[in-house]
């Protein structure tokens, strides 16, 4: 059962990211921007210098002020397995694809965490894999926008509150997991938490969850905090190390509600469909039979989106980055109705033994095929970018900046022109990545003002004066 199972999982994630394969760079607009990162990160974190200026990505970058190390520690971990025969690009590709295959095992365990039987949790676990939205989490999430450090994140989420669950305390384990989502996204770590109480909620309506519980909770809070001391107080400090804010639209509860029906986010294609299906069903089904456990499953992804908006509608005028989260949460209160899902095809065909999990994996793989990143965020580098690239390298001086303005129109191939120039001629690019964490990003974007703006030689001036 377990082997099938794990088979199934490996090979409907190699059908659903046949297009992955090969020995390109990963899509994804903001890949690059990672990989420069990469290249000197572990370095800037073994000299301890923890929020160490990195100009490799733009002015005043903090590599590791609010993203921690998490994600170099996860590549460097994987070059190490390989003994050093990956490079930093194969090994992040492994991480991403890794890090998405194991949103199965992890929502297979919150699943069972909340009492179900094994072919339910297999049958969310295969569901986990096409619960994606381009705001963050799931295969548009690391593929579109390259949004990896949440790609990381997402499956110790789920395992998290899995743990939070399981009848045997687990503080130090538990607390670990916590310091692992903190200091590789923190923005998965806040959703984390703010879901946290109404995942017990829900486990103490399936009777799975005792009043004892909250001992475990504490403990592996103190665990957490002490352990992750070294990252959360700099990055608690440094406040005003920050940059601009950067988000995108923000849905109201009702829209965001309406474009996972829709399948526009979320949920996608057949899945979608599949998930509104389900959840009207145990809806209708626990009403009529009174039954509080599943009523409370149904409740729980509703509950956990409702509170994201709530924080942003109560908070965003004091902390502006909440503003983040109810696009970045999505995607957790979508994995939460996963159990919903198994449960009503548990119930449909469970009587045939592995049949609730081989079906989700037939709607997963008619669904994949929708989750395919849009052509343009592929790389494919024209051949003057190329040139332009290898002229950078030999032209900038070790320690210089150079800025960097695309013609309008043209074609270079790659998403972030100057992020890919800057990684690929191994020269410091001016062009901002991470805006939030770069206090000098007001100035770093005087190098995006196109020329047909203002003329080149006052264009040259104003990035001259940023020792550029």
Not at 149 to 164: F, Q, S
Not at 237 to 264: I, K, N, Q
Not at 265 to 284: Q, T, Y
């Amino acid at each position: 059962g377990r082997l099938a199972f794990a088979l199934v999982v490996v090979a409907v994630s190699a059908w659903g990211l046949h297009w992955l394969w090969g020995p390109e760079l990963q899509p994804g607009i903001d890949v690059t921007g990672h990989l420069t990162r990469l290249d000197v990160g572990l370095d800037l974190f073994a000299s301890g210098h923890l929020d160490g200026w990195f100009d490799r990505a733009m002015l005043g970058y903090q590599t590791f002020l609010i993203y921690g190390p998490g994600l170099a520690f996860a590549v460097a971990l994987v070059r190490a397995a390989s003994f050093g025969l990956l490079s930093i690009p194969g090994a992040l590709e492994v991480v991403s694809v890794v890090s998405l295959v194991a949103l199965a095992p992890a929502a297979a365990s919150l699943t069972r965490a909340f009492g179900l039987g094994r072919a339910a949790g297999r049958a969310a676990g295969l569901l986990a894999l096409v619960v994606s939205s381009p705001r963050g989490g799931g295969i548009q999430g690391a593929f579109d926008l390259g949004l990896l450090p949440n790609t990381v994140a997402a499956p110790l989420v789920l395992w998290g509150w899995a743990l939070a669950l399981a009848p045997r305390p687990r503080p130090v384990l538990l607390g670990v997991v916590a310091v692992g989502i903190g200091i590789t996204h923190p923005q998965s770590l806040v959703v984390f938490v703010a879901f946290l109480p109404l995942v017990l909620l829900a486990g103490r309506a399936c009777g799975v969850v005792d009043p004892d519980r909250w001992t475990t909770l504490w403990r592996a809070g103190l665990v957490a905090a002490g352990l992750g001391a070294w990252w959360w107080v700099p990055a608690l400090l440094h406040r005003d190390l920050r940059g601009v804010l950067t988000s995108w639209d923000l849905p109201t509860f009702v829209e965001h509600l309406d474009l996972v029906a829709r399948g526009e986010r979320g949920w996608v294609g057949p899945a979608a469909l599949l998930v509104v299906v389900s959840v009207a069903a145990a809806l209708v089904d626990s009403l009529v039979r009174r039954d509080r456990a599943e009523l409370a499953l149904v409740a729980l992804p509703f509950a956990a989106l409702a509170v994201l908006h709530m924080a942003e509608w109560m908070l965003v005028d004091r902390f502006h980055e909440v503003v983040l989260l109810p696009n970045r949460g999505l995607t957790y209160a979508a994995y939460l109705a996963v159990p919903v899902v198994a449960l009503v095809l548990d119930r449909l065909v469970g009587r045939w033994g592995p049949a609730p999990w081989l079906c989700a994996a037939v709607i997963v793989a008619l669904t994949m095929p929708d989750l395919r990143p849009p052509p343009w965020t592929f790389e494919e580098p024209t051949d003057d970018l190329r040139a332009t690239a290898a002229s950078l390298a030999k032209e900038v001086p070790d320690g210089s900046r150079f800025a960097f303005v695309y013609a309008p129109g043209s074609d270079a191939g790659v998403p972030a022109t100057g992020r890919w120039l800057g990684w690929e001629s191994g020269r410091s690019d001016v062009g901002p990545f991470g805006a939030e964490y770069a206090p000098g990003v007001g100035l770093t974007l005087i190098v995006f003002d196109p020329p047909d703006r203002t003329s080149v030689d006052e264009w040259i001036a104003q990035v001259r004066a940023l020792a550029v």
